[in-house]
C-alpha cells in the first residue's frame, strides 16, 4: 500500500516534466538562431557588419511608434526581406539603409517564422540570465578533458604525489642514518671488545651498490625510451605560426559565430575543411580592420587595436582591392595555413559521422577553441584516446531511424532495463575496419 | 555434375611434379636470404663482418628515421571554393564513353575535382549499369604520363616536335586550309568510326567551309565486311541492332560477341537475361570457332574448328536449311567434321524460326552474305534482327583506307587531320601508309599521346581525354547520350572538335585563348562577374553541342517544353533514349557467288591456318599502355603483358612439345611477314589452328605498352575489299629458345589434394536435369551440415544475426569471365600492379580473380567454367587464428578484416587460407613509403634475358598516383592485403543513412565488382535483412552452394552452380569424347 502512495506523484512529476521538455525542446532558441544565422554580421553590443542589435526593438517602436505586434511584425518583414521594404520606401528601413552605407542585409525568405519569433525574442531579452543562462566555455569542454585522459586528474595529484614522495625520502634519509648510527654503534662496541676489524673499503665498491645503481639507471632510461617512443609522432599542443593570425577567441569565442558557418563541410563531410578565402570575404569585404583598443581591452584579446595586416593578407589572398571594391582574379592566391590535426594515412575519420550522426560537440576533441588566440591540438589524437571515448560514449539509439532494424536485442534489453546505453563499441565501433581501411 | 574432372592446366591434368610442388606451397620461391648466406662452396657471400655492417647501419638508419621531427604539413583551401565540390565527398557526373570501338553510357566518380573511377549508368537501356573491363580502365588514361603535354610543330622530320602556343599553331594552319582548298587540293579527316552525331554536323560543316574536305573511317578491328554485306544485302550499309535478349537459339560462327565483337557492352547483358535456369528455359547458345573465345567457353555447345572447315561450315549450314526452306542448294561443298553437329542446329533453328540469332565473326563480306541469307530464311529480321534502330558502332570502311593510300600516292592529297587512331600501327597497310603520307604537305594528328603514328605528323594538336571533354554520342539509332568532362584538360590539350571549330573561322582572335576557367568564374560573387567580364573560355563545342541537341534532338520529344529543361535532365541522365522505328529493308542477297567465293578461298588451305584476334584487355592496342588491362590475366590463357601463338594439344605434341615446354619460341610466316612469338598450348584450340592477339608489339607508347609482344597487323591481308584475320597458309619454324609468359593459371590454386571432382569447388549440370543437379546439391551441403555440427567459436551467431551481416551471391551461369570486376577492383581498392617479372613470380595483387576450370576429356575441346575468387568473409575462418598480431580478425558485421597498420608479415594467413586471396606486398609498388628505395619499378624486365620493358615506374609517380582512391590506404610494403568487401562503400552507405536517420536500403551498398558486372552475376548486401537481394539470392535458390564448404570455414560468398543448355546425351558425348575420335574426323576431313 505504501509503495502505491509512493508511486504516483513520481509518475506525475515525470509526466508533467517530460511534456515540459518535450514542449521546450520544439520551441527554437533564440540564442541558437541568432548564433548560426545573424552573428556573421551583427552583435549584441556592438556595431559589426550590421548595427548593434540591443535596443532595436524599441527603436523601431519609438521610431514608428508601434504597440508590441507591430513592432515585431515590422521586424520579422524586415528580417525576411529588408531590401523589399527599402523599395517600399518604408522611412525607417531606408534611414537605416543610408545609414549602413547602402549594405544590404541578407534576405531569410525560407526562415521559418517561430525561428524569427524566437531571434526578436532573444534581441530582447539577451541579457536577461533567466531567459538565455550564461553558458561557460569550460562546460562544453569538461566531457573532452575526461575522455581525453592524458591532461586531466594531473591537477588533482600533484599535490598527493608530491606529499608522497616527501614521505618516502625522508623516511629513507631517516632509515639511512638510522642504519648508519647502528653500524657505527656495533663498530664501536666491537672494537671496545678488541676485535681486529678489517679496512674499511669505501661503499661504492660494493657489489650490492653497483647492482643497485645499475638497476636504478638501466629502469631509468628504459622508462624514458619508451615513453620517448610512445609519443612520437604525437603533436598535442602543436600550436604553429600561421601564414595570418587569425583568433579563434575573437571569432568564435566574442562575436559567436557558430563553428560550422566558416567549417561549413564538418556536418556533411569527411573533413571540416579549412574555410576558403571567400568565407573570410562574405564579412570582410566589410570589416577592414580589426576591433579597437577598449573592446580589446573588455575582451582580453592579444594583438594591436584597429589592426589592417592581417585583414590585409585575406584581402591580398582573394585579390581584393578595397580601394576599388573589386575582384582581381589574376592576383588571387590560396593561404597556405599550416595544418595542425594530422592523422596517420591508414586512418579513416569522418567529420560527418561525428557531427551530424553522433551528435558530438566540436569542443569534445578540439577543446575550448573560442578561448584559444592561436590554433593548437587539444587532443592528443592517438588510438587510445578514440578508443576510450568510443567505449564511453552512447549512440543516440532510440532517437535515430538507422538503429531501428536488425538491433531488437538491444532494443530488448534497453526496454527492460538490462543496459542502461548502446555504447559505439556495442554496435562494432571498436573493430578494426570501423577506421582503418 | 562433381562427378566431372577439373583441371586449370594442362601440367595439372598430367600431374606434373612441379605444378603438385607448387600446389602445396604458397609461396612458390625461396627467401632470397639463401642467396645472402649461402653459394655453391658452402660459403657465405656474406662474411659476419658484413652481416655486422648491415645489423649497425639498418640500426643507425632506423634510429635517424624515427627521430625525426614531424614534418609540417600545409592546408590549401580554395581561394573561391566551387559549391558543387565538398571535400571528401564523391560528385558523380553522367557521361559518356567512346573509344572508337566500345560504347558505354557512365557515371564519372570523382573526388575533390579528379576522376577516380567509371561506373556504368543505371539510366541507360544498353549498358545498364554494367561496363566491360576497358570502360573501367580507361580512367587511368587520363593520368598516362605518355600523354602530350600540349601543341607543337616539328621542325626536323626525325627529331621531336617543337612546343608552341595554341595561337601560333593556328596562326600557320588556319591558312593552309583555304589555300589548300582553293588549289582543289584534298584535306582528308582520317578517323576511327565517329558516333557523335555533333561531330559528324561539324565535319559536315567543315567540308561546307573547305569543299575539298573528305572524311575516311576505318576500324582498326575491322567491321567493314558486314557492312559491305549488308549493302549487298538490304541495299543499306549498316549495321542492325541484336537482340540477345530475345533470342531463344544463338549461333555464332567466331563471334565473340561477349568479349570483344561489335558490342560486348550492350550484348552480354542482354545475353545474360535468358541464362536463368530457374525459369525452366534458356537460351541455347552454339558456337562455331577455331580460338576458344570467352563467348565460346560461355556456350552450351561449342565446336571447335580450323577455319577453312569452320567457313565450309556456315556453307553447310546455310544448305541444310535452305533443303528446309526450299531455298537453292549451294553446290559441292566439301564435308566438314562437324557434318552432324551442323546437321542438329539446323533443325534446332528451322523450329524456332525468327527467334534466333546467327551472327559470324569473319571479316570478309561473302561470309557475312552467307549468315544474312541464313538469318533471312529463318525470318530473323524484324524480330531478333532489327533495322529499325542500326546500331552505329563502326561505320568504316576498309576500301576507302585503301583508296586513301592510292590516292596519297598520286599526290592528290594536299593535307591529313588524323584523329583518334594511329594508322602507322593498327592495320596491316601501315607501312604503306607511312610511306604513302609523305606526299602529303599538311600532316596532322590530334593523338593525345605519344604513338606510333608521331613519326610521319608535322603539327600535335593533342586532343583532350574523354573526361576532359563535352561529347554526345549516337550508339544506335535513337539512343542520344551526353558526355560531360569530370575535369578540367589536365595539360595544355585542346578538343579535336574545337580545333575543328577554330579553323572554320575567317580570322583569329587572340581574345579567345586566354584560357580561364569556367568553373571557377560560377563561383565568383555577382560584384565580380557584373564589373569585371571575364573572357570565358568556354569549350565552343559545347555550344555547338548544345545548338545541334536544341535544333535535332529536342523536338523528337514533347515531354519537356523548354530546351533548358530538357538539356538539364538529358544532361543529368546522360542518356536521351527514343528509340527510332524505321523499316527493316527487303532482303535481296546474292548467296551464291559468294559461296563460291568461300569454296575457292578454302580450296588453297594449307595444314596450319592462322587467325588474328583481339584480347579482352587491351582490344585492338589502344589500351597496350594501360597497365591494369595489361596485368589483366586473359580470360582463357591466363597470360599477362604478352602475345603468343596459341596451339592445339595435338599440334603440339606433332611438333614434339611436351606439357613443359609452353613458352617455346616459333616463327611464324604467313602472307609474307615473319614473327618469332612463344607458344602457349591451349586446351580448346582446334587443331590445325594457330591463334595471334592483335595489338600487341606497340614501338611507340608509354612505359607500360612499349615493345610488349609482337605485332601481328601486318599478317592481315587486303582482300574482297576488306582485312583478312584468317590466313589459310601459315609455316611455323621452331627457333629452339623459350621466352617466359607471365600466366596466372597455376598461382593461387585451391588445393584439392589431386581429389577436386570429390571437394566442392564446382558443381555444374544440365538443363534437362536441373532437378537432379539440386538434389544433388541439396544432399551434399546436408552431410556437410552434419560434418560441421561442431564448431571452434560457439556462441558467435548471436553476434552475427545483430545489425549486418555482409554476403555475396556469385552466379556461376550469368558469370562470362570477362574481367570487368578485376579491373573496377583495381581502380577502386588501390590495388598495385607488379609487372610481368612478378607476375611470373605468383606476385600478383589481384583482390579479385578468375579461375577458369576445365573440365571433360576433350582436350580440343573442353568445357569451361568461370568463377570469381575473392575473400570469402569467412564466420570461421582459417586465416584469422592463426596471425600473431591479430591483425586479421572477425568484425561483428561478419567482416574478416585486415588492419594494415598492424601487419607485420608473416604470412602465415596467406598460408592457411582455403581459397588463396590473400596477397603480399613484397615491394612498396604505388609509393606508399617516403623511402624511395623501397619502390619497386614494376618493369624493372631483365630476368629472363629479354630486358625489353625498358626501366622506371609506372604507377608511382605524381600524375599517375592522382587515380589513388583517397578513401582507401595505399599499402606499403610486407603487409598483406586482401578483399575487404568494399568496406568504404558498406560505409559511405551506413553513414549516409544514419545521417539521414533512416534504415539502410538494400542497394545502398553495392561492391566495385557488383556495379561494374555487365551481366549482373554479383550481388552483395546486407544477408540479415530478410528482404535483401541478396539474402534472397542465396536462400531461394536451389542452385546456392558455397565453395568448400566441408571444412565448415563458413563463407559468407555464395555461388550458384553452372547450368549448360544441353541434353544428356550431348553431355555424356562430351564427356566421353576421346582424341583419337577427334583425330580420325581431321583425317576425313582432309581426305
New interface residues.
Partial sequence: MHRKFNKWPFFLLTLISLLLTIGASAQPDGRQVFKSNCATCHMMDRPLTGPALDGAFERVKSFHGFDDEQTVQWLEKWIRNSQAMIQDGDEYAVQIFNEWNKVPMNSFVSLPEEDILAVIDYIQNWNNPEKYPVKTAQAAAAPAAEAGGTSAGASGGVSTNLLLIILLVSLLVISLILARVTKVLGKVSREMEGEELPAERPFYTSKKFVILVSVVLVSFIGFQAVKGAVS??K?QNYA?DQPIKYSHKLHAGVLKIDCKYCHY?SF????A???????C?NCHKYVNKGPDAAFKAQYQLDGPANDTVEIAKIYA???WDPKK?????DK????????IH?L???V?F?H??HV??GKIECQTCHGPVEEYEVMKQFAPLTMGWCITCHRETKVDFN????Y????E??HEALDKGEINGVTVEM??GT????C?? | MDTNKYWQSLEELKSDPEFERKKYDEFPEKLPLASLMDDQNGKSPTSRRDFLKYVGFSITAATLA?SCE?P??????????PEQI????AVYYASTFYDGSDYASILIKTRDGRPIKIEGNERSSINKGGTIARVQGSVLDLYNNNRKQGPAIKVDPAGPGKPVSWLDMDKKLLPQFGFLSGKGKEITILTSTIISPSTKKLIEDFKAKYPTVKHVQYDPVSYSALLDANKASFGKRSIPEYHFDKATHIVSFAADFLGTWLAPGEFAPDYAVNRKPENGKMSRHIQFESTLSLTGSNADLRVALKPSDLKLALLRLYNELASKSGAPLISAVPKTPADDKIKKTADELWKNRGNSIVICGINNRNEQEIVNGINEMLGNYGKTISFASACNYKQGSDKELAALITRMKNKKVGGILIHNCNPLFDNSMAAEFGKAVKNVNMRISFANAHNETDAIAQYFCPTHHYLEAWSDAEPKKGYFSLGQPGIRNIFDTRQFEDSLLTWMQDGLNPADYDT?DET?NA???A??KS??K?KAYRSKFYEYIQAYWKENIFPLQSKFGSFQAFWDKALHDGVFEMPATEEDPVYSGDVISAATGIKSTVGMRGDMELTLYEKVGIGNGQYADNPWLQELPDPITKATWDNYVLMSVSDAEKFGLSANDQGRVFEVEANGYKVKLPVVVQPGQAAGTLSIALGYGRTVSGKAGMHVGKNAYPFQSFKNGSFQNIMHKAVLSDTGTHYKVARTQMHHVINSEGKLNQRTIIFEGILPELEHLTGHIKEKREEFKKINEATLYPGFD?VYS???HWEMSIDLNACIGCGACAIACHAENNVPVVGKTEVSRAHEMHWMRIDRYYTGEDMENPDIVFQPMLCQHCDNAPCENVCPVNAT?H???G?N??????CVGTRYCANNCPYKVRRFNWYDLLG?DSIAGNEKPIMDGGVYGVDNFGSGDIMVNELTRMVLNP????RSRGVMEKC?FC??RI?EG??A????????RDGDVKSACMQACPTHAITFGDG??PDSKVARSLKESDRTYYVIEEINTRPSVGYKAKVRNRSAEEDMERKKHVRSEADNHEEEAHS
Fill in positions: 612520437l609522432g603533436q604553429p563541410n556533411r563531410g569527411k573533413t575543411s579549412i574555410p576558403s578565402v571567400n568565407v570575404m589572398a582573394a585579390g571594391q573589386e575582384y582581381h582574379k588571387q592566391k590560396p593561404v597556405e595555413w599550416v595544418r594530422n596517420p594515412d591508414h579513416y569522418n560527418a559521422q551530424t550522426a532517437n535515430n531511424g538507422y531501428d532494424k536488425y538491433f536485442k538491444y554496435i562494432g573493430e578494426c575496419q570501423k582503418h581501411y | 624515427a614531424m609540417v604539413r600545409k592546408a590549401i583551401p580554395y581561394v573561391f571554393a565538398k571535400p571528401g565527398t580561364q571557377e563561383a565568383l560573387p560584384s565580380a564589373e569585371k571575364p548471436e545483430r545489425g549486418h580478425n568484425s561483428s558485421e567482416l578484416q585486415m588492419a594494415y597498420n598492424r606508399a578513401d582507401v590506404t595505399v575487404s568496406i568504404q560505409q551506413k553513414l543513412a544514419k545521417k539521414e536517420g533512416r534504415e539502410l540479415n535483412d
